[in-house]
Antibody
Framework: QLQLQESGPGLVKPSETLSLTCTVS??????????WGWIRQPPGKGLEWIGT???????YYNPSLKSRVTMSVDTSKNQFSLKLTSVTAADTAVYYC?????????????????WGQGTLVTVSS | QSVLTQPPSASGTPGQRVTISCSGS????????VNWYQQLPGTAPKLLIY???QRPSGVPDRFSGSKSGTSASLAISGLQSEDEADYYC???????????FGGGTKLTVL
């Protein structure tokens, strides 16, 4: 049974960098064909795609966040990570890591098979 | 403002059939497949329907999806109290070069 677990600070100061890690268990992050992603949900609001990464390192970012987002994969630890720079209160949200379905990016990115439980990150001084 | 448009709320009584719509454009629903997610209160979303009308293992056949042109629909028949949740549609958008979500529909079982 694939499981994903987000970890990282729950409180980040404005203008600083939000850093989260997703640890994958029950399956290999290097399994060919699968993409891994981050999605966030501000309190009381809807879902927003942040970005998606393939185990080889290919990345796809939301254009509205692209200038502030970096995703990476550590296959030795079976983890992938998210960094979001210059955060503001608008970045306060529950952040979910996820595994997309296999296939091409256009079919896979909107098809999320497994979700982490989510972690609330609050941006406040 | 979400790229995909859903009604903010829907409701029904136990046993009823309800539908939730998702309206998009030629760059998303019109040219790509649609997926639906169910988010129970306080939990992570769960895949409910993929590739327009396919159910993952374990999802009851009371849930069904359809797509026509630039719109999609989620139907729930034999409504149950445990179906009370938020429902989101999602599809790849060729113009934005990324997946987009609907704003979500809060389903209330009266």
């Amino acid at each position: 049974q694939l499981q994903l677990q987000e970890s990282g600070p729950g409180l980040v100061k404005p203008s600083e960098t939000l850093s989260l890690t997703c640890t994958v268990s029950g399956g290999s992050i290097s399994r060919s064909g699968y993409y891994w992603g981050w999605i966030r949900q501000p309190p009381g609001k809807g879902l927003e795609w942040i970005g998606t990464i393939y185990y080889s390192g290919n990345t796809y970012y939301n254009p509205s966040l692209k200038s502030r987002v970096t995703m990476s994969v550590d296959t030795s630890k079976n983890q992938f990570s998210l960094k979001l720079t210059s955060v503001t209160a608008a970045d306060t949200a529950v952040y979910y890591c996820a595994r997309h379905a296999p296939g091409g990016i256009a079919a896979a990115a909107a098809h999320i098979q497994h979700w982490g439980q989510g972690t609330l990150v609050t941006v406040s001084s | 403002q979400s790229v995909l448009t859903q009604p903010p709320s829907a409701s029904g009584t136990p046993g009823q059939r309800v539908t939730i719509s998702c309206s998009g454009s030629s760059s998303n629903i019109g040219s790509n497949t649609v997926n639906w997610y169910q988010q129970l209160p306080g939990t992570a979303p769960k895949l409910l329907i993929y590739t327009n009308n396919q159910r993952p293992s374990g999802v009851p056949d009371r849930f069904s999806g359809s797509k026509s042109g630039t719109s999609a629909s989620l139907a729930i028949s034999g409504l149950q109290s445990e179906d009370e949740a938020d429902y989101y549609c999602a599809a790849w958008d060729d113009s934005l070069n990324g997946p987009v979500f609907g704003g979500g529909t809060k389903l209330t079982v009266l």
